[in-house]
């Protein structure tokens, strides 16, 4: 029984600022959220109201967010939990350089361009919210 995707859902203090921050620096586009107050699904960038959930995508890469407040009301034992994470999500894109270069330089680096001893071309960064990405190309 095989699994079909996966789409990390981490937590933040600020979804929208989160958001912004995903399509601004990283080029991701926003496909929907919840707002804090009601409920309501919204489809279209920027949200006017407060979010407590969003989902970004790129190609088949998707990543969710939600606030810490709305996850620890859905999974009380992550109250005390804080955003950031001991992990990293890997994401392989076809261009490395075009990515690396739309970076700005306010992008807190972990590792520049590097080649790795099992053969992909890679970067990593820390997010606004300290959660560590990822992104790698097959070196030529």
């Known amino acids: 029984m095989p699994l079909t995707s996966l789409a990390p ?12 921050y995903y399509r601004r620096v990283l080029g991701f586009d926003f496909a929907m959220g919840v707002t804090d107050e009601g409920r309501q699904a919204v489809f279209a960038w920027p949200a006017t109201e407060t979010l407590c959930y969003a989902m970004v995508v790129s190609g088949p890469v998707q990543i969710m967010f939600q606030s810490k407040k709305s996850l620890a009301a859905e999974l009380p034992s992550l109250e005390n ?17 075009a990515r690396y270069a739309a970076l700005d330089e306010d992008t807190a680096f972990l590792k520049r361009p590097h080649v790795t001893f099992y053969g992909m071309r890679e970067f990593y960064i820390k997010d ?12 030529a």
């Open 81 to 97: 939990a804080k955003p950031g994470g001991a992990f990293t999500l890997y994401i392989e894109c076809d261009d490395l350089d």
């Open 128 to 139: 606004i919210n300290g959660y560590i990405l990822a992104f790698a190309q097959k070196a």
């Open 9 to 20: 859902n981490l937590m933040v203090n600020d979804v929208n600022r989160t958001v912004d």
